[in-house]
């Protein structure tokens, strides 16, 4: 039995399973989720678990190298545009939210929260640890 980190087994395999250039959109409850990636809900209830805390969890797992957010967020949800900024400061670029939906399409992963703000998404691509 795994002692730390993400003990969610079907987000731990998923996980495991990611390679480079591979993406995995992290989204709000309301986000329309697209036919074809894994997805791993994790939402309970309105804001449970939240945007930042399933982020955080997976930025402790991952090597990024880059993000992808809606543009929207900036004006919308400060708090986690903020966020944003501040987890991926050379790295994030800010789309139209219907571009970030067509792009989220393509993901490899879909985490969803139980986030109840608006635009709380971000699609990570991933890199390596060499």
Known sequence: MKKAGILNRHLCGALAELGHGHTV????????IPTGPRIVDLAFRAGVPSFAEILDGLLAELVVEGATAAREVDEANPSTSTLLHARFPDVLTLVPHERLKELSAHAHLVVRTGEARPY???LLRCGVAF
Request: negative net charge; glycine residues 10%; contains cysteine.
């Open 120 to 122: 709380a998404n971000v």
């Open 25 to 32: 959109l992290v989204c709000d409850a309301g986000m329309p």
